[in-house]
């Protein structure tokens, strides 16, 4: 009996060992989360487009930890245009800010730039419209940089650290390069690249897309 168990302990250590790094998950690929427009709400801005006192209802968790989707939707408006049905997401923030695509700063006529989530100083202002009233921000509107979440031992895993900008690498038949992605490295982040639709589109990602980081 201890002899049958023995040669069974071998046999499964031979078939562990023999498990080949095409069959195991690439420790330096990373997942993508891809946004879409959308809008983080201050509480004073939320109680004047939704009433005084109003509480934003969660719809589903995101990938980011405490952050969420609601079902509460908003109008921005800008110079030469609206868009209708922008999600907010939760929780309150201390600051409005909306994210919006490259795209949409044609239709709105507002310029926006490309910042960093809370770097809102000299982005140009929105206006919001809700079931309530209205606010005309006078910052915030910005096309998001795209980064990656990690924390700071994700951070020394890849030999990167927070605030720093990296080249990543995108596989497949519309994949290539982006630069410029930013690291944003704490101990309430969730390993993931966030890229916006546009960049999502250009490379053919889906929801299940991973990246390497090309430094």
Do not use: W
């Not at 002899?3 to 078939?15: G, P, Q, S, T």
């Not at 589903?60 to 969420?68: A, E, I, M, R, T």
């Not at 994700?154 to 080249?167: K, L, N, P, S, Y």
């Amino acid at each position: 009996m201890d002899k049958c168990e023995a040669v069974l302990k071998l046999l499964l250590e031979a078939v562990q060992s023999g498990v080949t790094a095409e069959n195991q998950p690439n420790s330096n690929e990373i997942p993508v989360g891809v946004s879409n427009r959308h809008i983080h709400l201050s509480q004073a801005d939320l109680n004047a487009i939704f009433g005084e006192g109003y509480q934003l209802t969660k719809m589903k968790d995101l990938s980011q930890p405490g952050q969420y989707a609601c079902k509460e939707t908003v109008t921005i408006c800008g110079p030469k245009g609206a868009i209708e049905k922008v999600r907010v997401l939760g929780p309150v923030r201390s600051k409005t800010q909306v994210e919006v695509l490259t795209g949409d700063c044609f239709k709105l006529g507002a310029p926006a730039q490309a910042r960093l989530s809370g770097d809102l100083s000299g982005t140009p202002g929105i206006t919001v419209i809700g079931p309530r009233g209205s606010v005309q921000t006078t910052e915030g509107l910005i096309v998001a940089q795209r980064h990656i979440h990690m924390t700071p031992a994700d951070a020394q895993r890849f030999g990167v650290q927070d605030g720093q900008t990296v080249c990543i690498k995108v596989e497949g038949p519309k994949g290539g390069m982006y630069s410029n992605v930013a690291v944003r490295a704490n101990d309430t982040s969730a390993l993931e690249c966030h890229l916006d639709t546009e960049e999502a589109n250009a490379m053919g990602l889906g929801s299940s897309a991973k990246i390497t980081i090309i430094k």
